[in-house]
Structure formats: structure tokens, C-alpha cells
């Protein structure tokens, strides 16, 4: 592809988007394929020699969209969004044209600023004090493996790495049970094990861990020469939004001396608005908080901002410095890659720089508060309906519900055969949770471009498949 060729199909792309964005109301979100059917369109060998352009786009078109699910779709309400406002894509068309491997500062000195000060940015935007520092990771996976890792680094008095674990105290890491599964892999991973994470009863509201019940595991583990490690908190958990006191676990974290991360992936977002910080008072206790702009903000997946009380632990837990890597000449520079396990990273502060000045926090906020309203307002509409009954109440835009079952049917049964019908319609997106055992329909509302329209006509697919199928 020559540089003619290339502007040409930069343009055809870029007028796709567009094009693509706008067509979204009218398409079903969720498409309606059998397992394997894309896979069975495609050639089975690759071609010996070049295929013209043409030919390749009209078989993207084909093959690959009518297979794709449409997380743009403004009546997305399944799972967390996943949000690429277009300003935020035509960074990243930027990112993408330079194609820069910004690991270090020499690689792209602009890369590693603009990424220190859009952290600050967002520091300042979620009220945080300027105790904190950042960097911008590819998912909260990847940062709570960094927080696990560091918390492992700093009870083992940083010997880890250096003997491995074979010899070592056990160490103990405790969360609630909603806490997000990336809590679980990094446990994995991190080679403290499955059976070293200990789930810490979840009551109330809010679902918040039993403050009293953590300090006594942790008092109880040390008796016995387990090693704690730390406490992994939660704010605005996956399945139903559960949401710990931070205060209370800070506290309990303070006096025994262990590192405190605060999950706060979807939830943090909200954060924005000062009248929603309530849910993580106390957050200033923490020494790793994550939170994911690419869900909620509308920078474009992947950029998740791990904030750190002390990035000098995070270093000292993930750097790695062989020649080849060391700036010459430059002390004191930030290297970012040391702050994170891939040694490779994506110039992704880029997306949030075009956001945060295309959208100003004002905007941003004005589609948060509308985000929780409209969702308070759809909870509200379903707890009126006779054969409906809320399970979860509103936490910021998520709640739970379920539609009761004829007595001869099994409820579970019957709420998992409503969901499906809803996805298979394609007008909606629903995902399903278990709450208390048992199966609830989850909804919350997320995505950039959604109107209160898109909300109200979420509560006329639900009700109307209800009953059909009561």
C-alpha cells in the first residue's frame, strides 16, 4: 500500500466509522449467528499472494460486522460499558498512524509527559490528594496484578522475586465475595494461590465487607504464622454494585500494616461528581486505587489509571533495568514501563487528552448524573409492576430485577429464558447475576451516546417479552 493508498483508505475507514455510529439505532445490538458461523466464512488457508483492498474491506463488511456485537449501541445495558466517544477515536486513528512503542521516556518523550500530567488531571478531577501518583495500565487486571504483586513484594520485605515463594510465610489476601474475577487471576498469578484468598462476609445495603469479621481473619491468620498481605476493597463491584466502607477497611488496614487496593473500575468514573465521592470516603487511606476511564468516561478501551501512594513500591516490584533500557545522560526521568508488567505500552493518554478537553469534566459529569437518573427512574418504573420485583436498588446507574414466575415454573429457569429473549429481540442488551443464590437480571446504564429514550424503551422490551412469556 503506497501513501496514496493509504490516505484514500484512511479516508474510506474514518467515513465507515462515521457511518457505522450513526446506524447503531437501527441495528439489532447483539447479533443473531450460530457458534462458528463466522469462523466457517473465513478460508482455511491464507492467501499466497495479495488481495486488492477492495475485495478485503467488502469481506469485512460481509463476514465480520453482522458478527460483531455493538458496544456503541446506546441501549447497550449488559455488563460495564466499554465506552469510545468519537473524539476519543480520532485520537486514537492518531495513535494508530504513529504506531509508537512508548515503554520509555527516550521512546516518546511527549507519550510519557502528556501521560504524567493527564494522570494528575484525573487526580484532580476525582477530588484525590496530590499524595497520589499514576500511571495509565492497559485494564484494572493488569493494575491489580501490580497491586497484588507490590502488596506480595512489601510483606515478604521485598524478597519475592528474588527466592520465589518455596520457604516463605504463607501469605493471606482478603476481599469481600464482590469483588471483580480479576481479583482472583491476580491471586493466581501472583503465586500466593486460590486458597490464600480469604473471603471476608458481605452484608447490608451496600454489600460491604464486615469490617469486624476482616480484622478478626487477619488476627486469626496471624496466630496461626499465616503472613497477611493485604486487603483488596471494592467500590461499585460488577454483579450488583457492591460497595465496601473504605474508611472502616483503611482503618483496619492502617493498624495491621497491610497495603489496601481499592477496586474502583466502573464506580470510579463517578467520582467526578463531587456528590457521588461519598461511596469511597476514606479513599485517601488506600495505597493503589484503580479506576477505568475507558468504561464510563468514554476513552476509547483499553486505559485504566492506577493510582499509587508510593510509586517507589510499584518499582521496586515490577522494574527490570538491562542496558538496553536505561535513558543515558537523563536522571530522574519516569520510565513507564517499570510502573507496569508488559514491558511494551500504547500512547493511550493521548484519547483521554482529546476527551477531557473536547468534553470539559462539566460535560462529562452532565452524562454521569443523567446515567444514575434515568436508571433510578427505570428501577422505580419496574418496582411498580405487579409481576416485577427489584433485587438490587440502584448503585449510581446499576440495579437488579427479577419478574416473578408462573407457579409451575422454576424461577431461575424462567428469569434466564427472559434474558435471552430480550438479547435474541436485539433491541435491548441485558446481562443476568446471581444474587443470593439466585438469578437476577442485571441493568445499567453506561453508554456515551444514550438518551433517555434509549432508557425508557429498555423498560417497553423488558415488560412486553415478560409477557409473552408469562
Known sequence: MDNKEFRDWSRRAADWG?????SLRDRPVRPAIAPGEIFRSI?????????????????????????????????????????????????????????????????????TELETRIVDWMRQALGLSEGFSGVIQDSASSATLAAVLTMRER?????????GLA????????????????????????????????????AGRFRAMDTAALEAAIVADRQVG??????????????????????????????????????????????????????????EGADSIVFNPHKWLGAQFDCSIQFVRQPEDLVRTLAIKPEYLKTRGHDGIINYSEWSVPLGRRFRALKLWFLLRAHGLEGLRKMIRNHVAWSEGLAARIAKEADFELVTEPMLSLFSFRHRAPESADPDEHNLRLVDAINR??????????????????FQAGQFESTADDVNTAFDVVTEIARRLA
Open 18 to 22: 462515521a457511518d457505522y455510529r450513526a
Open 425 to 442: 429481540d436485539g433491541r435491548i442488551y441485558l446481562t443476568q447475576a446471581r444474587v443470593d443464590g439466585q438469578v437476577a437480571i442485571r
Open 43 to 111: 478460508e482455511v488457508s491464507p492467501p499466497e499472494t495479495a488481495e486488492p483492498m477492495e475485495k478485503i474491506f467488502a469481506d469485512f463488511e460481509k463476514k465480520i460486522v453482522p458478527g460483531m456485537t455493538h458496544w456503541q449501541h446506546p441501549r447497550f445495558f449488559a455488563y460495564f460499558p466499554a465506552n469510545a466517544a468519537p473524539v476519543s477515536v480520532v485520537a486514537e486513528y492518531l495513535v494508530s498512524a504513529m504506531a509508537a512503542q512508548c515503554m520509555l521516556w527516550q521512546t516518546s518523550p511527549a507519550a
Open 226 to 283: 499465616l503472613l497477611p498481605a493485604g486487603i483488596i476493597a471494592c467500590v461499585g463491584g460488577t454483579s450488583t454494585g457492591g460497595t465496601d466502607d473504605i474508611a472502616a477497611v483503611a482503618a483496619v488496614a492502617k493498624r495491621h500494616g497491610l497495603y489496601l487496593h481499592v477496586d474502583a473500575a466502573w464506580a470510579g468514573s463517578a467520582m467526578i461528581c463531587p456528590e457521588y465521592r461519598h461511596f469511597w470516603a476514606g479513599v
Open 167 to 202: 520457604g516463605q510465610a504463607k501469605l493471606r489476601v482478603y476481599s469481600s465475595d464482590q469483588v471483580h474475577t480479576s481479583i482472583d487471576r491476580a491471586i493466581w498469578v501472583s503465586g500466593i494461590g486460590e486458597e490464600n484468598l480469604v473471603r471476608i462476609p458481605a
Open 155 to 163: 510483606a515478604l520485605d521485598w524478597q519475592g522475586n528474588k527466592k
